[in-house]
C-alpha cells in the first residue's frame, strides 16, 4: 500500500510570519492556503485547517497547540503544510514535533506533496533537514 492511501484525514497548518520575521502578506497567505486545500482535495482527503500569525519559535500558538493536542487524539493521518519551517523552527520544539509525529504514526506532507514517514530514518532526517532550510 501506498503511503499516500493510507491518508484519510490530514491537518492542514498555515503560519503567517510576524512582520519582523520577515514580511509575508496575506496575498501570500491566501496562495498557501489554496495550494494546500487543493492537494487535500485533488487527494480526496478530508481537512481540517489551523491558521495563525506568529512567531514558529513561539510554541505556545493557539492554533499549533490545538493541532497537537488533535494529533495525540488521533484525529488525523498526516500534516499538510508548505513545509517544516512553517511549523516550527525552534531546535527544542522541532525535535518534540517530529517524535509527535513518529509516536502517533502521523505522515508529513510538503506543498511539493512529498509525504515524509518519520519511521524511516532517511525521511527523518531529510525533514530535520529541510526544517532548518528556509
Avoid: C
Avoid at 500500500?1 to 496575498?27: C, P, Q
Avoid at 484525529?75 to 513545509?83: I, K, P, Q, T
Avoid at 517544516?84 to 506533496?113: G, H, W, Y
Amino acid at each position: 500500500m501506498e503511503l499516500k492511501d493510507k491518508i484519510k484525514r490530514v491537518a492542514i497548518y498555515l503560519r503567517k510570519s510576524r512582520n519582523n520575521e520577515g514580511e509575508e502578506t496575506e496575498e501570500t497567505l491566501a496562495k498557501h492556503r489554496k495550494r494546500l486545500l487543493d492537494i487535500a482535495e485533488k487527494n480526496n482527503w478530508e481537512s481540517k485547517l489551523f491558521q495563525e500569525v506568529g512567531s514558529s519559535m513561539d510554541e505556545n500558538r493557539p492554533e499549533y497547540q490545538k493541532m497537537i493536542y488533535e494529533i495525540k487524539e488521533n484525529l488525523f493521518d498526516a500534516v499538510l503544510s508548505v513545509n517544516l519551517a512553517r511549523v516550527t523552527r525552534d531546535d527544542a520544539e522541532t525535535p518534540k514535533f517530529m517524535s509527535l509525529l513518529r509516536q502517533e504514526d502521523v505522515l508529513f506532507i510538503t506543498n511539493s506533496e512529498r509525504i515524509y514517514d518519520l519511521e524511516i530514518q532517511e525521511d527523518w532526517q531529510a525533514l530535520k533537514f529541510t526544517g532548518f532550510v528556509k
